[in-house]
């Protein structure tokens, strides 16, 4: 099964982030195509500079880890990485700029469409 997850909110603002985050570990544990795709403030979740407490979660790094160890595929609004300031070399290794042509290839082609938005 192919799943898209769209994410919109904020990454540290709201836990939308981290609920695509195990939705997506659970379906690349069944051997399952998943693709999360990051659209507005959700595009910081990518960003090498975010530097979290000790005591918080570092996105970041869990969707990289994904990335590397499980082939999660993570694509990012290009238009809303360049309205952040939020450069290509910026990003985490492994994930990508895209757009909206990109996402309504992910909705069209995807068995399953969850939208993550506040």
Sequence with gaps: ??????????????EDMDTAIHIAEAAL????EVTIFLFADAVLATSKHVKPMKI?????????NLIQEK??????????????????????EGSSPSGL???????????????LSP
Excluded: W
């Design 29 to 32: 544990e069944k051997g399952h």
């Design 101 to 115: 042509p990109g996402l309504a290839e992910l909705i069209t082609t995807s068995d399953r469409f969850i939208s």
């Design 71 to 92: 082939g999660l595929d993570v694509q990012i609004c290009s238009l809303c990485m360049e309205y952040r300031g939020l450069r290509v070399e910026d990003i985490i």
């Design 1 to 14: 099964m192919k799943l898209t997850i769209q994410v919109i909110a904020p990454p540290y603002s709201y």
């Design 56 to 64: 918080d979660r570092n996105i970041p790094m869990k969707l990289q």
